[in-house]
């Protein structure tokens, strides 16, 4: 299994209140993910981080920041959670995405955030 | 707006028989369709399809694309209570700075003994 590691696990907390998770990996990989998955929907892309400080946003980004300071750790922070965004939540990482070879993503264990 | 469809949405089979998922897509700058497989925990990647018409294989589970008509089958033959997950397609698109994927919403497959 790729080496990626989510934190915390699992999370309650109350509307209003901020939330960060973690996503650490051990691959030195360049491209980084974050998604939710919510019943109805699938996977949906909030952000993506293609190095360090580089972020961009997904389909989903109103509500979330992200932040990549170094290569093994992609933050996604609810600066002020409400119920909707009580999901679960996957980091993803990929060693390259572009040029003539597109490599597969591997996936975190996940983050279950229920807010309040 | 770009879109994976996959279906049926959820399938029940006996052990042994043999299954085809289904995944159309209309992806903007597409570079190719991934399948995963998500038991009760992270997706799990099992094929990345790019060439029309080459099929791919991994044991009981093969794969192939039709570019011309946008869709790919994921077929699993002899199925075992093992097999019982959510089978996700994605088409993977160039944007700015990475290649992104879209996921459709899944088939839940069901392996009743």
């Known amino acids: 299994d790729a080496g990626i590691t989510q934190s915390p696990r699992h999370k309650v907390t109350e509307t209003g209140t901020p939330v960060t998770l973690r996503c650490h990996q051990t691959e030195n990989h360049r491209y980084m993910y974050w998604y939710r998955q919510d019943p109805g929907h699938g996977l949906r892309l909030i952000h993506y981080s293609y190095g360090v400080k580089d972020t961009d946003k997904g389909e989903v980004s109103d509500g979330y920041s992200v932040s990549r300071s170094k290569t093994e750790d992609f933050l996604l922070t609810l600066e002020s959670a409400t119920s909707s965004q009580t999901s679960v939540y996957f980091c993803?990482?990929?060693?390259?995405?572009?040029?003539?070879?597109?490599?597969?993503?591997?996936f975190g264990p996940g983050t279950r955030l229920t807010v309040l | 707006e770009d879109k994976v469809v996959q279906s049926p949405l959820s399938l029940v089979v006996h052990e042994g028989d043999t299954v085809t998922l289904n995944c159309s897509y209309e992806?903007?700058?597409?570079?190719?369709l991934l399948w995963y497989k998500q038991e009760k925990k992270a997706p799990t990647f099992l094929f990345m399809l790019t060439s029309s018409g080459i099929e791919k294989k991994s044991g009981r589970l093969s794969s192939i694309l039709d570019k011309k008509e946008l869709f790919s089958i994921l077929n699993i033959t002899a199925t075992q209570t093992g097999d019982s997950a959510v089978y996700l397609c994605a088409g993977a698109y160039s944007g700015a700075g990475s290649y992104q994927l879209t996921f459709g919403k899944g088939t839940k497959l069901s392996v009743i003994p």
């Open positions: 992806v903007t700058n597409f570079r190719s």
């Open positions: 993803a990482i990929s060693e390259r995405a572009g040029g003539s070879s597109y490599n597969e993503q591997f």
